[in-house]
Antibody, heavy 118, light 112 residues
Framework: QVQLVESGGGLVKPGGSLRLSCAAS????????MNWIRQAPGKGLEWVSY????????YYADFVKGRFTISRDNSKNSLYLQINSLTVEDTAVYYC???????????WGQGTLVTVSS | QSALTQPASVSGSPGQSITISCTGT?????????VSWYQQHPDKAPKLMIY???NRPSGVSNRFSGSKSGNTASLTISGLQAEDEADYSC????????????FGTGTKVTVL
């Protein structure tokens, strides 16, 4: 069965960095586009970034402003999100989500919580 | 980035039908037939319920249906059941390199 397992979240001070990981299993990872989507506490879902099966092209939400880097390693069935220059507004649960053959997200991980606080 | 507009809450009694609206613009919902809906129980990951406006993934009950008119999409839940109590979010492809997808504000469905 399809599984996506995120890790790497935690408590970090403003201006800090984290590297989030998403381990995929149960499907041919290299065949699928992947996305990061976040949800701030008590708020709605917010699309963060997208990467194709080959690693290019890559797209980011406007609010990222050069601070985040999405990447993937198909040999390790893994997706990554490097997040730098964190602000309190980046506090959220970060989900990795598999993009279906269309333009929806058919499988999601359980999420990893990033808390930015001094 | 602007979110799609959903009602904050919708409620209904068991067996009733409810409809959740999701209003966007001609750049997202109105411009593409790529509206999807997600169900999220507390502290759980979202689950895809409807894709491409009105298609159900395998395993999703046929009590869930979707539609779209202009810049507004809708999710209807028929024969409401206790297990349907959850948060529901819409999403639309928006097609911009800095806003590829936009999500709705979310709707809390309560089964009375």
């Amino acid at each position: 069965q399809v599984q996506l397992v995120e890790s790497g979240g935690g408590l970090v001070k403003p201006g800090g960095s984290l590297r989030l990981s998403c381990a995929a299993s149960g499907f041919t990872f290299s065949d699928y586009y992947m996305n990061w989507i976040r949800q701030a506490p008590g708020k709605g879902l917010e699309w963060v970034s997208y990467i194709t099966s080959t690693g290019s092209p890559i797209y980011y939400a406007d609010f990222v402003k050069g601070r985040f880097t999405i990447s993937r390693d198909n040999s390790k069935n893994s997706l990554y999100l490097q997040i730098n220059s964190l602000t309190v507004e980046d506090t959220a649960v970060y989900y990795c989500a598999r993009q279906s053959s269309g333009r929806s997200f058919d499988y999601w991980g359980q999420g990893t919580l990033v808390t930015v606080s001094s | 980035q602007s979110a799609l507009t959903q009602p904050a809450s919708v409620s209904g009694s068991p067996g009733q039908s409810i409809t959740i609206s999701c209003t966007g613009t001609s750049s997202d919902i109105g411009g593409h037939n790529y509206v999807s809906w997600y169900q999220q129980h507390p502290d759980k990951a979202p689950k895809l319920m409807i894709y491409d406006v009105n298609n159900r993934p395998s395993g999703v009950s046929n009590r869930f249906s979707g539609s779209k008119s202009g810049n507004t999409a809708s999710l209807t839940i028929s024969g409401l059941q206790a297990e349907d109590e959850a948060d529901y979010s819409c999403s639309s492809y928006a097609g911009s390199s800095t806003l590829l997808y936009v999500f709705g504000t979310g709707t809390k469905v309560t089964v009375l």
